[in-house]
């Protein structure tokens, strides 16, 4: 008997992953996500905010057969990027989904400009951390109890010269490593509404 997956219908290999443009019909579905995921979620509001601002932000869903399983979104300041959020929702951890997210999200702020990215993560997050390293992110600091709602504090990463082809080349090295699981590719800078 297959399990019973109280979000949703049971994961499955037969559809692609889909990473394209986030749109303000995909925010009820990602609340879902983000409510299981973090312990203060963004709100309704906030992501339509953000999505009002396509000049100097970036945000992107994973989507399979219709459903989102994922998404990331960047603030664009002058040349600078900064990731606002990742999420995957758990059960569909581990099988590439935040790498593809990351990549796609790094790649249209490159196309955008950006010489640079930071990021903040909790201390313990190790698994995001490792992913964030394989990025070329490294640490610079720390920001304390930057999550209070987990008395946490977070880990500031940077990672730069990201406009460099060498750079291109390590993160389309690490996509190559998930791509035999089916991910489509949308254009990131067309949007639907």
Not at 24 to 39: G, Q, S, W
Not at 118 to 145: C, D, S, W
Request: one cysteine or more.
């Amino acid at each position: 008997m297959a399990p019973s997956w109280p979000w949703g219908k049971a994961p499955t290999d037969r559809e692609a992953v889909v990473i394209g443009p986030m749109t303000r019909r995909h925010v009820p579905e990602l609340l879902a996500i983000e409510t299981r995921v973090f312990p203060r979620p963004w709100t309704s509001n906030l992501y339509y905010s953000e999505l009002a601002q396509p000049s100097s932000r970036i945000y992107l869903v994973a989507t399979r057969a219709g459903e989102v399983v994922g998404y990331i979104g960047c603030m664009l300041v002058i040349d600078e990027g900064h990731i606002t959020t990742v999420a995957v929702a758990p059960e569909w951890h581990r099988r590439g989904i935040a790498t593809r997210l990351l990549h796609a999200v790094v790649s249209a702020a490159i196309d955008r400009g950006a010489k640079s990215l930071t990021l903040e993560v909790r201390m313990t997050n190790n698994g995001a951390q490792e992913l964030y390293h394989a990025f070329g992110f490294v640490p610079v600091g720390i920001r304390k109890n930057y999550y209070p709602e987990v008395n946490e504090d977070g880990l500031v990463m940077w990672a730069s010269d990201i406009d460099k082809p060498e750079y291109r080349e390590r993160i389309d090295a690490l996509l190559t490593k998930v791509e035999a699981t089916g991910v489509e590719r949308r254009d990131v800078a067309a949007s639907d509404g």
